[in-house]
């Protein structure tokens, strides 16, 4: 005997009727019915289920958040210990996408952890700008985008994302750039730094140029300086230089600036060279040389290599590939980051993208390869895979829907099948569904899932220890052989969460761990913790609930700070901790 309550639906049947001249719908018969669709096992009052007679408890999982993770291999991959870094973006389903560095600092892609592809190839299967736009003008027509009107991004869309561009003129007197101080800054002059628009020499060579200097240069009203033609060689060109008239492509976007480009630019008189802002010390030329690498230029080769990555020995054609590659990541049936992976990924990325959108798109992207080039110069820091921002817990309901949908799939096949064979004039919904495959998912998971454990009936107390326990193990979470060190230890994030002490000795330490007392689990799956705000040394009643995120924000004093009578703390210092910090305050 199971405490359970039937599932009813109401299903309606349309029947449409295609005119074969023209291709248009027209309805033909509508039918409605209430289709029983298996039981559904009820929670008690105590939040226990009873299967098959027995009490039973859905221990909560605790799983990685959808969401894009930045890291590095701690110069473990490379002889030379040098750090390589790479992004990985989770969905909740769907595929993974890894974007990482080689030794030799060139980005690759790989797609569900499959061999790794040149990253540009991926960009160049992306839509370029003009074909988005048409998309969405054909969108508003009401029609689709044919397959040969897509172009993908061109390279030269690509670095403009990338990189900055600095424009260079050919003057009488030499290359004339724009003064940006940034540029020069530490920087030792190897030639006489001289004013474009005046001619006369600001610096003498060998300067040394501080900050200070070069802010006092731009408030002087230096704006373009003259730079030796050495100067531009060895840089990288921005845009493609075209002859207007005949069409000729005197050089593509990427290519480096060698002295007999510039004779033949000369030659037909152009005297515009915009290039690529790298100066290999704060922006290194990682997607020039990436793209450089690429032997795929269009987005038909790109798709194509694609394809071939993903279904090794199948022939490709456009057609498949092109919707290979859109059901991989863009088509919301296949791939689902969730609403907490779009919110994990706005706040990493700094994008503004509402929770609805649980697609990629292709500003996704390029933001993450942008922000992993950043990385890879300097700028920013690698993610913490076990700060409890980056964990998230799964309840009942959530396992149970993703257990129903998997049954639901199952269902949707046999009904496809069965609607092939029956007389569609005289069915009813209730002939072609079998409520069956969603029936024994339901039943599978509450009777054998790893989850669903016999209720612990010691005394009371371990009744409700049992089900607020906190489980890294089960379907889709780790196994105890793969989980390491890391992934068991006790996290500062841990702190008025999970509790440090309660976890079973032996090869489940860490991975099964319990709620802390006044731990609460928000709508996102974050597990929150209580503080009492202050305000101006006083500690009010207030209290707050923080989720280990929302906890970096703000300075946080510890529990067992001294107070007096009027609630303010005794001495003048408390030790707190502030962004993961722990700091005297």
Known sequence: ITFAAPLKVTLRLVVWDIDEDTGARSIRDIKEQEVYMGDMPLMTGNGTFIINGTERVIVSQMHRSPGVFFDHDRGKTHSSGKYLFAARVIPYRGSWLDFEFDAKDIVYVRIDRRRKLPATTLMLALDSAMTEELRVKRAEEGGALAPFEATGMPAEEILQHFYETLPFERTPGGWKMPFRPEQFKGMKLAYDLVDATTGEVRLPKETKITPRLANKLVAEGLEAVLVPTEDLVGRYVAADIINETTGEIYVEAGEEVSEQLLETLADVNVNELPTLNIDHVNVGPYIRNTLA???????????????????????????????????????????????????????????DVPDTMRVLRKHDVLSIVKLLCDLKDGRGEIDDIDHLGNRRVRSVGELMENQYRLGLLRMERAIRERMSSVEIDTVMPHDLINAKPAAAAV??????????????????????????????????????????????DVHPTHYGRICPIETPEGPNIGLINSLATYARVNQYGFIESPYRKVKDGIVSSDVIYLSAMEEGRYTIAEANAELDSDMRFVSELVPSRQGGEYIVA
């Not at 107390?461 to 906190?470: C, F, V, W, Y």
């Open 293 to 351: 690498v690429d032997r795929n230029k269009t987005r038909e080769d790109a798709l194509i290599d694609i394809y071939r990555v993903m279904r090794p020995g199948e022939p490709p054609t456009l057609e498949t590939a092109e919707k290979l590659f859109g059901d991989l990541f863009f088509d919301s049936e296949r791939y689902d980051l969730s609403a907490v992976g779009r919110v994990k990924m706005n706040a990493r990325l700094g994008l």
């Open 443 to 488: 039943r599978e998971f509450f009777g054998s899932s790893q989850l669903s454990q016999f209720m612990d009936q010691t005394n009371p107390l371990s009744e409700i220890t049992h089900k607020r326990r906190l489980s890294a193990l089960g379907p889709g979470g780790l196994t105890r052989e793969r989980a390491g060190f890391e992934v068991r």
